[in-house]
């Protein structure tokens, strides 16, 4: 009679809802900076519309409406009097387009902005529209709240809106406040600034008269040289938790352990936690650290060894160094800082680090491994049949790079080397670094998923050359992974592996998927975990020294535990940790464990390893087993398919999808009953239980939220 009584219930309500139409728009913008040869990227950065809504000012009061004016066929197309074609933006809300430019490093005289559509659409403005504009024009806001939504229910949003002061920018205010070259033209004849107001905004784009050279370098010399680019440094910085100082006077100088840059060149092993030579620094060697203007100072490897109070500070209270110290001496672009320092230790103006080591013997550039073991230098690898086209990569963050055209080798004529490669074998590629991943036959032979209305046929290369010069450490040289074809297809950046120096032919392999469920979910496929592991990748060896290697657990819990999407890595918000929450971790046949935030919160030793011994897991616990010191037996959980956090989770949302539909009320009902586990995201009430209640409460919530 219970159930009887739940599902006449459950079918009277559905009968009077509806789907909720789904809306697209943006809800984070990538915003970068170019040097002067729109190519090289100095600095960038994506934020979501929430982070821009705490941590940067809001333009707009949540009353007052917008207009722009569309082209007027009648009389004087300009309109000075803006009576015709007055187009409604709506009451809005957003972030002044000034604030996002200064996240990566602001604009200069003289420079442009593009603002990007997500259907490629764009427009271009000089430094003044942004930087000074007349009140005519108003500031340059780009919008995420229109009348009581947000992106992406405001389905045209994220949209640029010029806030005039009268509240109408029209055509004769675009006409006095815009050079000819940045105003619109309706039909390329009539004027319009509502053309202006671009949509659906993905990416703002600072074309700067910035040089190379004025986008500086760091020498590094020991075992091998490189030359480091602010850009290459930067990203270090990001990737490496900001190290920081704070000196006597409150400053705070953020870089990277000097460690850090002695292990790119301290022998060939350049990248990678492990890359630091100890038993070299041990020895004891000269690092010799040289100004632009001669000066130097000498340190021991002994005394640097893995000592993280050496920073090597590109960021002075967040900002890039500035040129000259407040007595006038040359400071930018680096200053060794630390607590253990001397004043006349601190030596800024850094242009070079000198290892005094020998120079590292003759190596294999390129390993094969199949039905026998192969090695090639990197000049032998140029001599084989080259294979040439076009490809591009989509980062994480969403800035497209490329396409370029690459120059390299089909990678069958590799494999084939090695005995080939066959639908039950796999692939597994290493770089210098310590990064691997694993890539099934299919994807070896170039089915993977395209973007930007780019296609296949694809191919997998091992590239040496783009668009005709070697690629350079840099750019992921010199051997990198690419996918090319005649279309230039645009893939997944995931894949292009970087510093290539090994490629496996290994047994079958079967893809897989993680989901990550709390303040939004994100289901991670087994190339997109592989690739987090060769950026973030921990170990632990166990009592039987057995070594599990993995990602730290709450690396994965910041995917998810709220709605904010950082860049270059994953970003976890103690702020709401701190306010305690649960993480469960879920085998696929239902098994979990569930652990507290603070336990979980920055700690290195929770791990969800895919490799056992360097290799992926075996049957019993593939594919993701979650491990470290302090866990007991029963708490390793096996199997692993899902992590979640059901404080952050929508409330009602029984089928972990993301959304609250009547699905859920079908599975609360079944777990009302008794039918299936009980999971309290399920419990609305919050009454520790799932009630026939709780089934009318996700119910009532979907109907209003159709209504």
């Given at each position: 009679?219970?159930?009887?009584?739940i599902?006449?219930?459950?079918?009277c309500?559905?009968m009077?809802g509806?789907?909720?139409?789904?809306?697209?728009?943006?809800?984070?913008?990538n915003?970068?900076k170019y040097a002067?040869?729109?190519?090289?990227?100095?600095?960038?950065?994506?934020?979501?519309?929430?982070?821009?809504?705490?941590?940067?000012?809001?333009?707009?009061?949540?009353?007052?409406?917008?207009?722009?004016?569309?082209?007027?066929?009648?009389?004087?197309?300009?309109?000075?009097?803006?009576t015709?074609?007055?187009?409604?933006?709506?009451?809005?809300?957003?972030?002044?387009?000034?604030?996002?430019?200064?996240?990566?490093?602001?604009?200069?005289?003289?420079?442009?902005?593009?603002?990007?559509?997500?259907?490629?659409?764009?427009k271009?403005?000089?430094?003044?529209?942004v930087?000074?504009?007349?009140?005519?024009?108003?500031?340059?806001?780009?919008?995420?709240y229109?009348?009581?939504?947000?992106v992406?229910?405001?389905?045209?949003?994220?949209?640029?809106?010029?806030?005039?002061?009268?509240?109408t920018?029209?055509?004769?205010?675009?006409?006095?406040?815009m050079?000819?070259?940045?105003?619109?033209?309706?039909?390329?004849?009539?004027?319009?600034s509502?053309?202006?107001?671009?949509?659906?905004?993905?990416?703002?784009?600072?074309y700067?008269?910035?040089t190379?050279?004025?986008?500086?370098?760091?020498?590094?010399?020991g075992?091998i040289?490189?030359?480091?680019?602010?850009?290459?440094?930067?990203?270090?910085?990001?990737?490496?938790?900001?190290?920081?100082?704070?000196?006597?006077?409150?400053?705070?100088?953020?870089?990277?352990?000097?460690w850090?840059?002695?292990?790119?060149?301290?022998?060939?092993?350049?990248?990678?936690s492990?890359?630091?030579?100890?038993?070299?620094?041990?020895?004891?060697?000269?690092?010799?650290?040289?100004?632009?203007d001669?000066?130097?100072?000498?340190?021991?490897?002994?005394?640097?060894?893995?000592?993280?109070?050496?920073i090597?500070?590109?960021y002075?209270?967040?900002?890039?160094?500035?040129?000259?110290?407040?007595?006038?001496?040359?400071?930018a672009?680096?200053?060794?800082?630390?607590s253990?320092l001397?004043s006349?230790?601190?030596?800024?103006n850094?242009?070079?680090?000198?290892?005094?080591?020998?120079?590292?013997p003759?190596?294999?550039?390129?390993?094969?491994?199949?039905?026998?073991?192969?090695?090639?230098?990197?000049?032998?690898?140029?001599?084989?049949?080259s294979?040439?086209?076009?490809?591009?990569?989509?980062?994480?963050?969403?800035?497209?790079v490329?396409?370029?055209?690459?120059?390299?080798?089909?990678?069958?004529?590799?494999a084939?080397?090695?005995?080939?490669?066959?639908?039950s074998?796999?692939?597994?590629?290493?770089?210098?670094?310590?990064y691997?991943?694993?890539?099934?036959?299919e994807?070896?032979?170039?089915?993977?998923?395209t973007?930007e209305?780019?296609?296949?046929?694809?191919?997998?290369v091992?590239?040496?050359?783009?668009?005709?010069?070697?690629?350079?450490?840099?750019?992921?040289?010199?051997?990198?992974?690419?996918?090319?074809?005649?279309d230039?297809?645009i893939t997944?950046?995931?894949?292009?592996?970087?510093?290539?120096?090994?490629i496996?032919?290994l047994?079958?392999?079967?893809?897989w998927?993680?989901?990550?469920?709390g303040?939004?979910?994100?289901?991670?496929?087994?190339?997109?975990?592989e690739?987090?592991?060769?950026?973030?990748?921990?170990?632990?060896?166990?009592?039987?020294s057995?070594?599990?290697s993995?990602i730290?657990?709450?690396?994965?819990?910041?995917?998810?535990?709220?709605?904010?999407?950082?860049?270059?890595?994953?970003y976890?918000?103690?702020?709401v940790?701190?306010?305690?929450y649960?993480?469960?971790?879920?085998?696929?046949?239902?098994?979990?464990?569930?652990?507290?935030?603070?336990?979980?919160?920055?700690n290195?030793?929770?791990?969800?390893?895919?490799?056992?011994?360097?290799?992926?897991?075996?049957q019993e616990?593939?594919?993701?087993k979650?491990?470290?010191?302090?866990?007991?037996?029963?708490?390793?959980?096996?199997?692993?398919?899902e992590?979640?956090?059901?404080?952050?989770?929508?409330r009602?949302?029984?089928?972990h999808?993301?959304?609250?539909?009547?699905?859920d009320?079908?599975?609360?009902?079944?777990?009302a009953?008794?039918?299936?586990?009980?999971?309290?995201v399920?419990?609305?009430?919050?009454?520790?239980?799932?009630?026939?209640?709780?089934?009318?409460?996700?119910?009532?919530?979907?109907?209003?939220?159709?209504?």
């Amino acid at each position: 009679m219970r159930k009887c009584t739940i599902l006449t219930m459950l079918l009277c309500i559905v009968m009077i809802g509806s789907a909720v139409p789904v809306l697209a728009a943006t809800t984070e913008v990538n915003v970068t900076k170019y040097a002067s040869d729109e190519i090289m990227v100095l600095n960038e950065t994506t934020v979501a519309y929430r982070w821009m809504e705490t941590n940067l000012a809001v333009q707009g009061d949540g009353a007052a409406e917008y207009f722009h004016q569309g082209p007027v066929f009648e009389g004087d197309p300009w309109d000075p009097a803006e009576t015709l074609n007055i187009k409604s933006k709506g009451i809005v809300k957003g972030t002044d387009v000034r604030d996002l430019c200064d996240l990566v490093g602001g604009m200069s005289p003289g420079d442009e902005i593009g603002i990007i559509a997500s259907d490629g659409f764009s427009k271009r403005f000089g430094y003044e529209n942004v930087y000074d504009p007349k009140s005519l024009q108003g500031p340059m806001v780009l919008c995420w709240y229109n009348e009581g939504t947000y992106v992406p229910d405001y389905d045209v949003g994220m949209q640029l809106v010029f806030f005039a002061d009268d509240y109408t920018f029209g055509n004769w205010d675009m006409h006095e406040c815009m050079a000819p070259e940045y105003r619109y033209n309706y039909s390329g004849v009539s004027p319009s600034s509502n053309g202006l107001s671009v949509r659906d905004v993905s990416d703002i784009a600072i074309y700067s008269n910035e040089t190379a050279e004025t986008a500086w370098s760091l020498e590094l010399s020991g075992a091998i040289d490189e030359t480091m680019s602010k850009a290459a440094f930067e990203k270090g910085v990001a990737c490496h938790d900001d190290f920081s100082y704070t000196d006597s006077e409150g400053m705070t100088w953020t870089g990277v352990p000097l460690w850090y840059l002695l292990a790119r060149v301290d022998d060939t092993d350049a990248h990678g936690s492990g890359s630091f030579n100890d038993a070299l620094a041990g020895e004891g060697y000269d690092v010799i650290i040289t100004a632009c203007d001669g000066y130097s100072k000498t340190f021991s490897s002994v005394d640097l060894a893995r000592n993280d109070s050496y920073i090597v500070a590109c960021y002075l209270n967040g900002s890039d160094l500035p040129e000259l110290t407040d007595s006038g001496k040359p400071l930018a672009p680096l200053k060794l800082v630390g607590s253990g320092l001397s004043s006349g230790q601190m030596i800024g103006n850094i242009a070079e680090i000198v290892l005094d080591v020998g120079a590292a013997p003759a190596k294999a550039d390129l390993t094969l491994i199949g039905n026998g073991t192969k090695t090639y230098s990197l000049d032998e690898v140029r001599a084989m049949p080259s294979y040439a086209a076009g490809g591009g990569f989509k980062k994480s963050t969403g800035v497209v790079v490329g396409p370029f055209n690459y120059t390299g080798v089909n990678i069958t004529h590799l494999a084939d080397i090695v005995g080939g490669i066959a639908p039950s074998n796999s692939m597994k590629i290493t770089a210098s670094d310590g990064y691997s991943m694993t890539y099934t036959y299919e994807q070896a032979m170039g089915d993977i998923a395209t973007y930007e209305g780019t296609n296949g046929p694809m191919t997998m290369v091992i590239a040496y050359a783009e668009d005709g010069n070697p690629i350079l450490s840099d750019g992921g040289g010199p051997l990198r992974i690419a996918f090319v074809g005649s279309d230039s297809p645009i893939t997944d950046g995931h894949f292009w592996c970087k510093y290539i120096n090994k490629i496996e032919i290994l047994g079958g392999v079967s893809d897989w998927n993680l989901t990550l469920t709390g303040a939004i979910r994100d289901i991670s496929d087994r190339s997109t975990i592989e690739s987090c592991v060769g950026c973030h990748r921990t170990s632990w060896t166990d009592g039987s020294s057995q070594e599990w290697s993995g990602i730290p657990l709450w690396l994965l819990v910041g995917v998810v535990d709220d709605s904010m999407n950082e860049t270059a890595k994953h970003y976890f918000n103690d702020t709401v940790a701190d306010t305690g929450y649960n993480v469960t971790v879920a085998a696929g046949d239902g098994y979990c464990k569930t652990f507290n935030s603070t336990i979980v919160t920055r700690n290195d030793e929770l791990i969800l390893a895919n490799e056992l011994n360097g290799t992926a897991l075996p049957q019993e616990c593939s594919p993701l087993k979650l491990v470290g010191p302090n866990l007991t037996k029963s708490e390793m959980v096996s199997g692993v398919a899902e992590m979640r956090i059901p404080e952050l989770m929508v409330r009602g949302d029984a089928n972990h999808d993301g959304e609250l539909t009547t699905a859920d009320a079908v599975l609360a009902m079944r777990m009302a009953v008794g039918s299936v586990k009980t999971d309290l995201v399920a419990d609305m009430n919050r009454d520790g239980e799932v009630t026939p209640v709780d089934v009318l409460m996700i119910l009532q919530t979907v109907y209003l939220q159709s209504s």
